[in-house]
């Protein structure tokens, strides 16, 4: 089969850093091709070369067979590649059909034709298998239905390679097995898919090839029939992995946490009742909308809770903001890292001390001393990799992102550590540095409540399991009666007699 896009020794180099060496990777039409690697491993800095965003230091790129030189977006377009970004690029304050041909719009007497676009939209629309008017206003939709509108887009400017970066992502169960629909459809229309995901179970489902790239270089490559997980791990982090998680059971101690009839802001009308033991890693199960991560939040003070009350080590609080929760010892790494848990214009050092600085202050003023220290330390306990404390954020691979926002609170010396999908949205060697993390800050005697809708991680990880449906805990799992089926029972609303 000739590939329909080929990319020939792709170089790379920022400043002190080599994110490409050598790179090479071909996709057909009708191939979904699926681009794995290790966050840092050069995935998005290849795919953003291929889009036009930036220019490769050497290499060539070819499409049907000529070499091409891609200098901007418009170009890659031109060439009939389109890259969906895993953070959406649509304007949410206009509609459907204004976002699918913005920047393109036909015009009929130098007016834009808001009928032709209309008209022109619903063909796009269709091939997707988006059943809303054009006329919606993108803000008003799903995010599972924006990703539909990212692709109609593409697909209006006659895309031939579509680049899907981690798409599930943000999705519901029900939105991405839509995706995987269109997808299929796209690949039997012709259209070359590359598909990026952390999410190897969808690989194993949509993928004809893996190509797996290590440390900025190609690491290997996988056909139709020897697409399976444990190969493509070996790829991907250059040794086997003999087992995943990490986790080995500990004896729980005293109670660090109570939770009694506590009712959420999202929830009033249900009251919520645990306990969390020193040592042990509580997994919170459940379906999206289920209220785990608001009651993460009302534990921690973000949304104060609207009756019930919570002890920790034996004192009653009632958390008003998180100052409070963090000075009795409790801590929240949230779902969304980039806008809550992490400054991401800062350098790596000055995240890591942030939530220390009011313990570390001298007579008022900035501890730099105590800063560098927590930096230094952080970073090497927690295996940042970066050029120096001084890295901005930003561009740091975002499971070293996650392990920073993890050292800044690590250094607070929690008693509660509250967890919100821990590991989404990075690769497969730093989740099982984040397991390896949790297995150590529970040996140490931090009790942990994790929020994972990741089914093996739940069964992987907890010692026990509590699960949600709409706002109330429906049943509790020991590690002995943990298993996929007993979850969903939970899960889906119908509750067991053993409720936490």
Known sequence: MTAWLEVSSICKSFPGVRALHEVDLAVSEGEVVALLGENGAGKSTLMKILAGV?????????????????????????????LIHQELNLATNL?????????????????????????RSREFLDKVGLDVSPDTLVG?????????????????????????????????????????????????RGVGIVYISHRLAEVVELADRVVVLRDGENAGSLGKDEIEHDRMVSLMVGRELSQFYAHNPQSPGDVVMTVNSVRTPVHPEHEVNFTLRAGEIVGLAGLVGAGRTELLETLFGVAPALGGHVEVCGKSVAFQNPREAIAA????????????????DMAVGDNLSLAAL????????????????????MTEKMRIKTPSDRQIVRFLSGGNQQKVVLGKWLAMRPKVLLLDEPTRGIDIGAKQEIYSLMEELAESGVAILFVSSEMEEILGMSDRALVMHEGRITGELSREELGEEAVMHLATGRESSKVA
């Open 54 to 82: 930036q220019p490769a230091d050497s290499g060539e790129v070819k499409v049907e067979e000529e070499v091409v030189e891609i200098s901007s977006v418009q170009e890659s377009l031109d060439h009939g590649i389109a």
């Open 95 to 119: 509609t459907v059909g204004a976002n699918i041909f913005l920047g393109r719009e036909p015009k009929t007497g130098g007016l834009i034709d808001e009928r032709a676009i209309s008209e």
């Open 140 to 188: 008003d939709l799903t995010i599972g239905k924006q990703q539909l509108v990212e692709i109609a887009k593409a697909l209006s400017v006659d895309a031939k390679i579509l680049i899907m970066d981690e798409p599930t992502s943000s999705l519901s169960s029900r939105e991405t097995e839509r995706l995987f629909e269109v997808v299929k459809d796209l690949r039997d």
């Open 329 to 344: 010892g409790v801590a929240l790494v949230p779902e969304d890292r980039k806008q809550q848990g992490l400054i991401i």
């Open 358 to 377: 009011k313990r570390d202050q001298k007579n008022g003023f900035l501890n730099f001393r105590a800063e560098k220290e927590i930096s230094v330390e």
